[in-house]
Each structure stands twice: as structure tokens, then as C-alpha cells.
């Protein structure tokens, strides 16, 4: 039996709603004590680099319950990216970039999935079922929309927008993790830089990574564009005519702080080396 607890007080804010005559209020996911579901750090960064963390937190929202998962589920890599804002918070230091996250699990809300996709709430992850997400009414999506994603969503546009207005146009650098085992099959490939249609940055990153043996790095694995995984790049990215890229590290990589400073040192390293190749 799940104990997903559903909309309920969505339901009575509506209706409420209704007797005055207005639209229904369909931003009434979250609770105060849930808080913002972005958050953005160093904001007033020198460096153009702008990180995004759509996986960070692995939090549902209170009224959410625990979408009918077990505990070992929601601490899974079905819930989050596990290791990808610590690994970036470390950036944002050695850097001085930007970071913008998103606060709650992508098993609410995919914020790297637009809201027609059935992947931004998904019922099957991996090999997890998802209860909670097996039926979720219209009213219901929308009101996931509206609390997670287009705050995320604007959030990012506003600050691009107002980088490209001082003439700073940032670069993104979307931050994420994958689980070393898929679907039973053991990934050989540690860190994958991947890109949609303008691969500039990423290919300064791979011949940057060529120079080292550090880690296995390869091109749009263990994902690629085909797996609808560049949405922020496009919407963000690509649409702003932006250098972008998505970085994607293997979870068992940055499980301790040691692996997390670690991979942030090689990034800071590659990127940094990127971003000078790319301005001369
Ligand atoms: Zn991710």
C-alpha cells in the first residue's frame, strides 16, 4: 500500500480559489517549511562560469509523503545525483563561479525535462516503480510544474538575462552523476562530457582531458542528446547562444569528500584550460 499522501491541501486551496472567482492556485506544493526549491550561490561571481545542479537534493516535499518508495529507494541514484552539488559547490570556490540548484528530488520534478515529457515525473526509473507516480492527474503535473520547474526554470532566465544585460554572457556548465551499474551492466566510462548542437566547449574539454589519463572521459556517454538529456543546455544554453556543456562524473567517483576534491581539482583544471583555449 503507498502511503503517497497526494494533494490535499492543494485541493482545498483550490477550491477556495474558485469562490473568489480567481484561478486555481496551483503552486500550493510546497509548505514554508519546505522553503525555496532554488537556490542560488555566489551569485556575484567573477567568472562567467554558471553552474547547474538539476539533481542535487534527493528532499521531497512535505506533502509528498514518500511516493510509495522504500528507504533504500529514495537514498538511490533514482531519487538524485548522488556527489554532483558537492562537487559543485567545491567549482563555485575554485572558480569563482555561479551555481543555481534545484532543492527537491527529480522524482517530483525533472528540472532537465520539460514538463510535456512523461520523463520530467517519471513511474519507472531504472528498475524502481515509482507509486506515486504511476497516475498523476493533470491538475496534479501542473501543480508539480508550477512548484518546481518554472521557478528553476525562470530563476535561470533571469539570471542569464541580466549577465547578458552587463555584457557578461555566462557559460554553462550543467553538473551531474550516474549510477556505475545500469540495468545490471557495470559502466566502464568515468566522467562524460556531453553537448547538443554546438560542441565548442565540449571539445575543448576532451582535448583538455586527452593531455591526462586521469579518468576515462568520452563524448555524450553514458547519455547523449538522443536520451533527451540536454534540455537545460538547449533551453538555456543553445537558445542564448551561450557556450555550454553537461558534465556527467560516475557516482562511485565522488562518494567520499576525498573523490569530491579530487574530481573538482581535474575539472577546475580541464575547464579552466577550456575556457582560455576558447578566448584566444
Ligand atoms: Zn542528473
Not at 483550490?14 to 519546505?34: I, M, N, S, V
Not at 559547490?89 to 517530483?108: G, H, N
Not at 543553445?238 to 555550454?244: P, T
Request: with cysteine; charged share 20%.
Amino acid at each position: 500500500m503507498s502511503d503517497f499522501r497526494g494533494f490535499e491541501p492543494l485541493r482545498e486551496k483550490r477550491g477556495a480559489d474558485q469562490a473568489t472567482g480567481r484561478g486555481p492556485d496551483l503552486t500550493g506544493l510546497l509548505t514554508e517549511a519546505d522553503g525555496s526549491p532554488v537556490a542560488v550561490e555566489n551569485p556575484d561571481a567573477m567568472s562567467p562560469v554558471l553552474l547547474v545542479c538539476e539533481h542535487a537534493s534527493r528532499r521531497l516535499p512535505e506533502k509528498m509523503g514518500s511516493l510509495g518508495l522504500s528507504e533504500e529507494a529514495l537514498k538511490s541514484h533514482i531519487a538524485w545525483d548522488p556527489g554532483a552539488l558537492a562537487v559543485s559547490q567545491l567549482l563555485v570556490k575554485s572558480l569563482d563561479a555561479a551555481l543555481i540548484y534545484q532543492r527537491f528530488s527529480r522524482l517530483v520534478y525533472d528540472c532537465n525535462r520539460p514538463p510535456e515529457a512523461d520523463a520530467a515525473m517519471p513511474a519507472v526509473s531504472e528498475i524502481f516503480e515509482i507509486p506515486g507516480n504511476a497516475s498523476i492527474s493533470a491538475a496534479e503535473r501542473q501543480a508539480r510544474t508550477d512548484a518546481l520547474y518554472v521557478p528553476f526554470t525562470s530563476t535561470l532566465s533571469n539570471f542569464i538575462a541580466a549577465r547578458k544585460a552587463a555584457g557578461r554572457p555566462p557559460v554553462l556548465v550543467t553538473m551531474h552523476t550516474f549510477t556505475p551499474v545500469y540495468h545490471g551492466k557495470q559502466r566502464d566510462v568515468e566522467i562524460g562530457i556531453l553537448h547538443d548542437d554546438d560542441s565548442g566547449l565540449a571539445d575543448a574539454m576532451l582535448a583538455a582531458a586527452g593531455k591526462t589519463t586521469h579518468y576515462a572521459v568520452r563524448c555524450n556517454e553514458p547519455y547523449g542528446p538522443a536520451d533527451g538529456v540536454t534540455h537545460t543546455l538547449i533551453q538555456h544554453g543553445l537558445k542564448n547562444g551561450l557556450r555550454n556543456v553537461m558534465i556527467e562524473i560516475r557516482n562511485d567517483l565522488v562518494s567520499n569528500e576525498i573523490g569530491q576534491k579530487v574530481m573538482a581539482d581535474y575539472l577546475t583544471g580541464i575547464l579552466g584550460e577550456s575556457l582560455r583555449a576558447l578566448s584566444q
